[in-house]
């Protein structure tokens, strides 16, 4: 896949001036007789029973010690950012993705609608359209651009909806909800170089002062010696993030001598929205114990500290609730009917549902699919090559799109492709607050092609009282038996469960080898904490979705129960 456009030569300064500096500082801040732990675990082992899940105890935290090799960030030549090496038909498709949550719900960021005003830009910034805009969305996007030169992309096209933006970069994808951001790069580009950027633009511009939650995984690359920076190894990407984050834990699935998949996460942190700044200009302060937004809002935002200033539970509650809870009531008290958990089963912060008709469209449940996928039938791959005839960018994209079928796994969506010179494609696509993307490299000496959606998909189908009936994830009642779909308000096409999805993007990609993965978090479609019994049943589900896939031999499935969320892993060969 070739990379159309070169990085602006004054972004491109900028960017390694950043890129220098970030690097340095991580270089003085090690310390070999104190270096940052790595929590590892044991997943759940899962036999080939598929009702059958034992779960094993969690390991104590490790070490993990930094390599010789960060002796060349020192080096001005190791630096460099102008000089991509990549040969010709070795291009590195697996990506590096980082997931930042700010907030566990985009609600609870309302106030946070204006930047300061000395970091307001000379021109207005039309170029996202006109739509609601609060919290990490109000961010201008030549900010966003000098970040992204820092990681050595840029953006190509954007296409944007009433919940979030999405920017089809030179290396892959960038989304931007109110209350967390996905960054995806593929090739050498130096992804976690750009995380204190990150970090700080989220400061200035919108008060963001913690994080409440951090994911970043990789497949394993192709060309590891071609990586720059902490990315050459997955211990120093590791200690990276760790001198970022707290309650950091690091896994390698899968088999380390083979195909694997590395995976960093943090525990909620629901502290967060306490170390908030107060530019909030829809919230005035949260010192009462009651604040709410302007006249025309559905939300009003109760907790902050008590009379003798300690600080109490954040909740969200519609203005019905007020209404009905009275105005003499605690309205933040925990168990309030209005309320209902977020995030994690030691959570303090509770959102109620909007009554407002966009409050379906960020689902309670969040469920996310990545399907990662080598040796690709070349065959299949010819239509991921310019054309004579082809115009390359997003026209190229479109005739990628129709013919491959790509068009039609989820019509509704909102699609945005782009078929790079002379082969490769990437697409990004928007349903309400879900997402899906794609990102293809068709050579064969080192063919891959991914895809990530959380498109709400169902795990099985309800086969009781002959129903047919799709049972989600987060769908079940307190004995386990499937309840009615509860998933969205919105009426969605496309593949209903995980079967069908992960069937439909093989049909067009025919790997020889994929990973599947499959995040769960561990609420309910209404919102409510599962309950113990719950979780076990909706992580059978998980673990027989990764069951059988038609035409491939499982060589790998794993559950892992994280805090908020749990993980399965599938590996699946082609049979011959």
Known sequence: MTVPVPVPSSAHAAATGELKSAALQHLNSINSDNASTTATASPNAIDNNDNNVTVAPTDPAAHAHLHDNEAGFENDEFLDTTNDTQEPGSFEGPEKLLEIWFGPAPYLLQGVRTIPTELQPAASDDSLGESDR?????????????????VKCQVLNSIQNDCMDAFLLSESSFFVYPHKLILKTCGTTTLLMALPKILEIAQKYCGLEKVWRVFYSRKTFMFPERQLHVHRDWKDEVAFLDRHFDHGAAYTVGKVNGDHWCLYLTAPQDDCLSHMTSRRNSVNSLENNTSTNDENADLVVVGGRDVENVPQPLSILTRECVAAVGQDSPLASPGSSCESSVASSSSSISIASSASSASYLYPSHDQTVEILMTNLNPEAMKRFYQRPDDVPGTVGG???????????????????????????????????????????????????????????????????SGSSTPVSAGSASEDGDAIEDVVSKATYTGPETLTELISKVVEIFQPGTMSVTLFSSHLTEDGQMETDRQMERRQRRMVKAMGRVAGFARTDRILYEFDGCDLVFGHFVAKA
């Open 134 to 150: 609060y919290g990490l969305r109000i961010v201008p996007k030549p900010v966003w651009d000098e970040m992204l030169a820092i």
């Open 398 to 464: 479109v005739r990628v799109d129709q013919e491959t079928g790509l068009a039609g796994l989820f019509p509704q969506a909102q699609l945005d492709s782009f078929l790079f010179t002379p082969c490769g494609y990437s697409a990004n696509a928007l349903q309400d607050g879900n997402y899906f993307t794609i990102h293809v490299t068709p050579e064969p000496v080192c063919s891959y092609a991914s895809f990530e959606t959380n498109i709400p998909v169902y795990l099985r189908n309800k086969k009781s």
